[in-house]
C-alpha cells in the first residue's frame, strides 16, 4: 500500500522525490488529507464540527416544525391561528385525512421497501451496536414519513424525525471524515442533542438527552461538542419559530413541606401509567398484525380509528396541541376522557403502522394526568392546598420519564421551560419514583423495548458493538492440529512426541470433528500395552465444546469456564463440522482486556494508544 505519511506528519516530499511513485500526492487530495486528519486528531476541531452540525440540525428541526404546522393547516383547513387539536372538529376533513395519510403512507412504505428493505437503525441501536455508523438515506425515509404520519393527524410526535434526521446527518458527515469510532459516536450524539434542544428550546435537555439515550454515559470528553451542538441548535431553530416555548406554564408554583410526598405518590402512580402506555402501543400492534388485510391498509385503518376518536376527543389529533397546553381546562370527566383517548390514539397510530414517538405524547398524557390529580386533589382534599400547576408538571415529567428513559432530562426540560427552580425539584421527587417503578416492574424504557420486541440484544446505547466485532473467527489460529480419529496411538507418540503440544483435535473419515485428544493421556505409561491397537477415537473427549464462527468474545470466554479447557476448536458451521481454526484461553483472554481497556480509554476520552483505530 503506498505511504503517504510524509504529507501527513510534516515531512517535505522531496524527501521522498525519484525513489518513491507515491510520494507526490495531487494538491487537493493532500488538502483533503490534511483536514481529515486535522480532525480526527484535534479535539477542538471535533467541537467546531459539533457546533456547525448542530446549528444545521437546529435550522432542518426549525424547517420540519413549520413544514408540518402548514401540512396540517392546509390538510385541516385550520385558522389562522389555531393548531391541531385545539378546535372544534371537521367532519369530513377529520375522518378522511387520517384515512387517506395512511393509505399514501403504506403505499409508500411498500414502494421503499422494495428498493431499501432493510431495517431502520436509530442512534441509539447505532451507537450501541454499530460504532455511530447509520445511513443519512434510511435516515430521511424516516424523517419524510414521520412528517407525513403528524401532518395526517395520527397520534404521534415528531421528536422520532428529529433526532433522526440531527443523528443520521451528523453521522453520515463524520463518516466522510472518518472519524474514530468514539468521536463518531459523540457526533451522533450531537446531532440528537442539538434536535431535541432546538425542538423545546432547552439545551440543558437536549444534552442530556444525548448523555441518556445515546451515548449511554456522561464524560468531560464529551460534554464540550454536546454542549456546542445544543446551543447553536437553539439559536439556529429560533431563527424560523421565533423561541416559542411549547412546555411554558406562564406562572411559578408554589411547593413546600408535605408537598414533595405528594409528588412522590404522582411520580409513583406515573410510572404504572407509563407503563400502560408501552403496553398498549404493544398490544395495538397485535391487534393489527392478525387483521386479514395487507400491510399498507393497515395505518389507512388505524387513520380511521384516530379520526373517530378525535370527533369525541379533538385533543388526541397529532402531537397534542403545542405538545402540551399551558393549563389544562375542564373538568375532571373531560381530563379523564381525554387522557385515555390520547392513549388509546397513541397506541392505535404506531401499532398501525404510522411513523414517530412517545416522546411528546407522554408528555402530554402526563400533563393530563397530572392534572386530573391536581383536580381530585382540589376536590376531595381542598385542605391539603397542593398547587395543581405543580402536579401538572409533576406528572408530566415522570410519565414522559418513564416512557422515554431519560429522568435527568425531563427535569432540566421542566426547569428550562418554566424557570421554576422549585418545581423542577418536585419533578426530580416524581420522575425518580416513576423511572424506579419501570424499571422495577418494567425493565424497559419504550425504545429498548422496541428494541426488545424485535430481537435486538440491547438495553441502551452503551456501545457493545465492538464486542460483536470481537468473534471467534477474529480470535482463531488457523494451524488447528488434526489427526483421523482411527489413528493409532502408537502413530499419533510418532507424530506428536511428548512436550510439543497439549492436545490435537480427532476428526471422523468425513473431517468433521470428532472430539479433543489430551496428549497427557496419549502418552500415559498405562496406555503402552495397548498403544498400537487403541485407536484416537476413543480417547476423544468433549465432541460438543465447540464455537462457531460468529460467536463473540462474550461466549467464548463463557464456554471456556463451562467447559474447563484450554483450547476449543472453531467449526465452520452446525451441520458442517469441519475444523477452521482454534481459539486458545488465555488469548481470548488478553484480547477481550485490551478491548475493554480501549473502550474505557475512549469513554474518557483518552487519546494516544488506544484512540488509535
Not at 60 to 81: N, R, S, Y
Not at 129 to 136: A, E, Q, R, T
Not at 281 to 309: D, H, S, Y
Amino acid at each position: 500500500m503506498p505511504d503517504n505519511s510524509a504529507s501527513i506528519d510534516g515531512v517535505g516530499d522531496n524527501a521522498r522525490a525519484g525513489s518513491d511513485p507515491y510520494a507526490t500526492l495531487d494538491a487537493s487530495a493532500a488538502t483533503t488529507v490534511s483536514e481529515r486528519w486535522s480532525v480526527r486528531n484535534s479535539t477542538l476541531a471535533v467541537v467546531v464540527l459539533a457546533a456547525l452540525v448542530g446549528g444545521a440540525v437546529g435550522l432542518a428541526v426549525g424547517l420540519l416544525h413549520e413544514a408540518v404546522l402548514l401540512m396540517q393547516t392546509l390538510a385541516f383547513d385550520l385558522p389562522d391561528g389555531e393548531r391541531l387539536g385545539q378546535g372544534a372538529p371537521d367532519l369530513l376533513r377529520t375522518l378522511g385525512v387520517p384515512v387517506v395519510g395512511g393509505l399514501l403512507l403504506g403505499i409508500l412504505s411498500v414502494l421503499v421497501r422494495r428498493w431499501r428493505p432493510n431495517a431502520i437503525v436509530d442512534a441509539v441501536e447505532a451507537n450501541a451496536l454499530y460504532g455511530g455508523k447509520m445511513s443519512l438515506v434510511d435516515s430521511l425515509r424516516l424523517t419524510v414519513t414521520t412528517a407525513l404520519s403528524n401532518a395526517s393527524g395520527a397520534s404521534v410526535g415528531m421528536e422520532a424525525a428529529y433526532t433522526q434526521a440531527g443523528a443520521g446527518l451528523a453521522s453520515s458527515l463524520g463518516q466522510r471524515l472518518r472519524l474514530r469510532r468514539a468521536d463518531l459516536r459523540t457526533m451522533v450524539g450531537c446531532g440528537a442533542a442539538a434536535a431535541i434542544a432546538a425542538a423545546y428550546h432547552a439545551p440543558l435537555a437536549g444534552a442530556f438527552y444525548a448523555f441518556e439515550l445515546v451515548l449511554g454515559g456522561y464524560t468531560l470528553a464529551v460534554l464540550a461538542p454536546v454542549g456546542a451542538a445544543a446551543a447553536l441548535g437553539v439559536a439556529a431553530s429560533a431563527l424560523l419559530t421565533g423561541g416559542e416555548v411549547p412546555l411554558a406554564l406562564g406562572r411559578p408554583v408554589e411547593i413546600a413541606g408535605w408537598d414533595y410526598a405528594a409528588c412522590g405518590v404522582v411520580g409513583f402512580l406515573a410510572g404504572w401509567l407509563s407503563i400502560l402506555a408501552m403496553q398498549a402501543v404493544t398490544m395495538a400492534e397485535r391487534g393489527f398484525n392478525r387483521l386479514p388485510v395487507p400491510r399498507w391498509m393497515r395505518p389507512a385503518i388505524g387513520g380511521l380509528a384516530v379520526g373517530a376518536l378525535s370527533l369525541a376527543v379533538p385533543a388526541v389529533m397529532g402531537s397534542g396541541p403545542g405538545a402540551v397546553p399551558p393549563e389544562l381546562a375542564g373538568g375532571a370527566l373531560a381530563l379523564a376522557l381525554t387522557l385515555v383517548a390520547k392513549i388509546l390514539a397513541s397506541a392505535v397510530s404506531l401499532g398501525s403502522g404510522f411513523r414517530g414517538g412517545l416522546f411528546s405524547a407522554s408528555l402530554f398524557i402526563g400533563g393530563l394526568f397530572g392534572g386530573l390529580l391536581g383536580q381530585a386533589i382540589a376536590t376531595f382534599l381542598p385542605g391539603l392546598g397542593i398547587d395543581g400547576g405543580l402536579l401538572l408538571l409533576v406528572g408530566m415529567g415522570s410519565v414522559a420519564a418513564g416512557v422515554v428513559g431519560a429522568p435527568v432530562t425531563m427535569v432540566l426540560l421542566v426547569l428550562e421551560t418554566t424557570q421554576d427552580l422549585w418545581a423542577a425539584s418536585g419533578v426530580l421527587i416524581g420522575v425518580v419514583l416513576s423511572t424506579t417503578v419501570v424499571r422495577q416492574a418494567f425493565g424497559y424504557s419504550f425504545a429498548t423495548w422496541r428494541f426488545h420486541l424485535r430481537g435486538v440484544p440491547i438495553r441502551g446505547a452503551y456501545d457493545v458493538g465492538w464486542l460483536s466485532e470481537l468473534t471467534a473467527f477474529r480470535l482463531m489460529r488457523r494451524d488447528a492440529k488434526t489427526v483421523p480419529a482411527t489413528l493409532t496411538v502408537e502413530a499419533l507418540r510418532r507424530l506428536y512426541p511428548l512436550g510439543s503440544t497439549k492436545a490435537v483435535f480427532a476428526v471422523d473419515e468425513m473431517g468433521r470433528y470428532a472430539g479433543m485428544v489430551d496428549m497427557s493421556v496419549v502418552h500415559d505409561p498405562e496406555q503402552d500395552t495397548a498403544a498400537t491397537e487403541t485407536r484416537v477415537g476413543s480417547l476423544a473427549s468433549k465432541a460438543d465444546a465447540v464455537l462457531m464462527p460468529g460467536d463473540d468474545a462474550r461466549t467464548v470466554l463463557n464456554r471456556f469456564g463451562s467447559e474447563e479447557v484450554e483450547a476449543l476448536p472453531v467449526l465452520s458451521s452446525p451441520t458442517d463440522r469441519r475444523i477452521i481454526g482454534y481459539v486458545t484461553e488465555s488469548f481470548a483472554l488478553r484480547r477481550y482486556s485490551q478491548a475493554l481497556e480501549r473502550q474505557r480509554g475512549e469513554d474518557l476520552g483518552e487519546r494516544g494508544l488506544w484512540g488509535r483505530d
